[in-house]
């Protein structure tokens, strides 16, 4: 196999691999894989969902963040990730993809369920000899059950 077309495959899985360890590691409350598929700084948008305005911040905030609003608001969640389209333009990449993101509430919480769906678009940078994600833009298109605050 020419040797061009196998480093295209091998970045395409990697980039595809940072994106989904981004929702498997919050589901398994793994913070340390979660953290790991960021760059040191990450912009964020989750305008779509929240208003407000894009934000860059430290991955390590980021990532205690969730991990603190996760353990005081969901028994359970699940991040499924799906039909990623990946442009590589040499050491920065583009992945938009489908999300389906499933949250079941601890005990007494608000409602039982919520459930949200719509797109990501994840920019990436090839660091240090791996893809790392700079940019995460959610964009959501539905939601079912209460949404949390």
């Not at 495959?9 to 994106?19: G, K, S």
């Not at 964020?44 to 929240?50: A, E, F, G, R, V």
Request: hydrophobic residues 40%; positive net charge.
């Amino acid at each position: 196999m020419n040797t061009i077309i196998l480093q295209k495959l091998v970045d395409r899985a990697e980039i595809i691999d940072a994106i989904n360890i981004i929702g498997m590691g919050a589901d398994l409350r793994d913070w340390k894989a979660c953290r790991g598929a960021f760059a040191d700084r990450v912009l964020t948008d989750y305008t779509s969902l929240n208003g407000g305005t894009p934000n860059t911040v430290a991955a390590d905030t980021l990532v205690a963040g969730w991990a603190d609003f996760f353990s005081k608001t969901f028994k359970a969640t699940q991040h499924m990730i799906t039909n990623h389209a990946v442009i590589v333009n040499g050491e920065r990449a583009n992945c938009t993809s489908h999300f389906r993101a499933h949250h079941v509430y601890l005990e007494g919480k608000p409602g039982k369920t919520w459930t949200l769906g719509g797109f990501y678009n994840h920019e990436l940078s090839h660091i240090n000899g791996r893809w790392k994600v700079t940019q995460m833009k959610m964009t959501w298109t539905y939601e079912e059950g209460t949404r949390p605050g």
